[in-house]
């Protein structure tokens, strides 16, 4: 099955510094990727996700880039602020095979101000 | 709008006892899932259920069990409770492939300490 790891687990950065968390999968039948975000005490939101067919994905701060071949995904947050301050989970999945996710076990970024 | 919600949010139990977590949604997704959050363990799936008459295990399925009573409720139950149980349990749903929509919509959680 499925397996994703997930670096770092804690990441601390400068408000206005960019942060990048770091994703590996293993089935190469995966392929649709989400990022979500958890705030303390709240559910994991979803904030962005990537397909298999394409390489980069940006909404406003943030972006997802897909390298296929190596198996692995990046979350790319600019000017970082405050309210960035959260756990961030990767996922994997087949969309039309398997069809679950399988998450990262979880990177908390802390914004420093 | 349109929302997952789980029952309780917070439930402290005793070691040996039965206790059920309950799930609903008006999303009106076909698919539900079970999920329990452990620090630095990410979020493992426990059960998923892709509608009424389908039940799968995920890859901690031991010592739980589901039950799907209609497309909008998935309910996950804890035979005999035990300490390494104590975790968040999240419920999530989502729509099926093909609708361009993915991604999950999970519940706002419950918390569970078994003492």
């Known amino acids: 099955g499925e397996n994703v790891e997930q670096h770092p687990s804690t990441l601390s950065v400068q408000e206005g510094d960019s942060a990048v968390i770091k994703c590996t999968y293993s089935d190469s039948a995966s392929n649709y990727f989400p990022w979500y975000k958890q705030e303390l005490g709240k559910r994991p939101q979803l904030i962005i996700d990537i397909r298999s067919n394409v390489g980069e994905k940006k909404d406003q701060r943030i972006a997802v880039t897909l390298n296929k071949t190596a198996k692995h995904f990046s979350l790319h947050i600019t000017e970082t602020q405050p309210e960035d301050s959260a756990v961030y989970f990767c996922?994997?999945?087949?969309?039309?095979?398997?069809?679950?996710?399988?998450f990262g076990q979880g990177t908390r970024l802390t914004i420093n101000p | 709008d349109a929302d997952v919600t789980q029952t309780p949010r917070n439930r402290i139990t005793k070691t040996g006892k039965r206790i059920m977590l309950e799930c609903s949604q008006t999303k009106g997704h076909d698919r539900m899932y079970w999920y329990r959050q452990d620090p630095g363990l990410g979020l493992r799936l426990i059960y998923y259920s892709f509608d009424v008459k389908d039940i799968n295990k995920g890859e901690i399925s031991d010592g739980y069990s589901v039950s799907r009573q209609a497309q909008a409720k998935f309910s996950l139950s804890l035979e005999s409770a035990i300490p390494n149980q104590t975790a968040l349990y999240f419920c999530a749903t989502s729509d099926s492939p093909g609708t361009g929509n993915s991604g999950y919509t999970f519940g706002s959680g419950t918390r569970l300490t078994v003492v």
């Open positions: 996922a994997a999945k087949e969309e039309w095979g398997a069809q679950k996710l399988v």
